[in-house]
Nanobody, 127 residues
Framework: HVQLVESGGGSVQAGGSLRLSCAAS????????MGWFRQAPGKQREGVAV????????FYADSVKGRFTISRDSAKSTLYLQMNNLKPEDTAMYYCAASPHGMTVGQALQWLELYKYWGQGTQVTVS
């Protein structure tokens, strides 16, 4: 099992930056990839960025490419999302998740049902 806890959210002005963290514990179960997802009120949850455990390859949704960076610190069992040049449309609850499945980049960003473990979320508000 894996427990995920997000932190680092907050309220910032457009153009500002935030760094989200996702602390993982209970690493008895292996995971193939981890990702950040977000959900705005009244909207479906969407993939933001994913990083593969093997090789560390990272991929991003077109809407955040060039502005967000996903990374991990294996020693600290922590996943990060550096968000720069934030825009109002980035406002959402951000969740980190872990999946035990092997999958394509498209699947990793879109197939939420493949993620077994989810954090409780951290709110990001951009105005």
């Amino acid at each position: 099992h894996v427990q995920l806890v997000e932190s680092g959210g907050g309220s910032v002005q457009a153009g500002g930056s935030l760094r989200l963290s996702c602390a993982a514990s209970g690493r008895g179960s292996a995971h193939y990839c981890m990702g950040w997802f977000r959900q705005a009120p009244g909207k479906q949850r969407e993939g933001v960025a994913v990083i593969y455990s093997f090789g560390g390859s990272a991929f991003y949704a077109d809407s955040v490419k060039g502005r967000f960076t996903i990374s991990r610190d294996s020693a600290k069992s922590t996943l990060y999302l550096q968000m720069n040049n934030l825009k109002p449309e980035d406002t959402a609850m951000y969740y980190c998740a872990a999946s035990p499945h092997g999958m394509t980049v498209g699947q990793a960003l879109q197939w939420l049902e493949l993620y077994k473990y989810w954090g409780q979320g951290t709110q990001v508000t951009v105005s």
